[in-house]
């Protein structure tokens, strides 16, 4: 049976395979990460309007996506891995265009 590794079991694989330098895990992988761990909760779906909270390493964020742009309540810069890993299981309708 698959048992789930604790924080401190990763962290000393990590420490392991990198001859005990420090890797920093990538946030491509850590989305996928938090996907496999059931951290990400899709709260809402509305054509373009998505909801959701990601429980991160340190706290759980409010993350989603309001029709025009991505938002994530997170203190990272940019795409965190928290909106990564959300853009991996949503897909928004594309916007119609009206035929004149």
Do not use: F
Request: hydrophobic share 35%; net charge positive.
């Amino acid at each position: 049976m698959g048992e789930r590794c604790s924080a401190e079991d990763r962290d000393q694989a990590r420490h392991a395979e990198t001859g005990g330098g420090v890797m920093r895990e990538s946030a491509a992988l850590k989305a996928r990460r938090y996907i496999v761990e059931a951290r990400l909760t899709i709260n809402h779906v509305d054509g373009r309007n998505v909801s959701a909270h990601c429980r991160g390493d340190a706290a759980i964020y409010t993350l989603g996506h309001d029709g025009q742009s991505w938002h994530c309540d997170c203190p990272a810069r940019g795409r965190c891995s928290h909106l990564l890993a959300l853009g991996l299981v949503v897909v928004l309708e594309q916007p119609t265009r009206s035929s004149t």
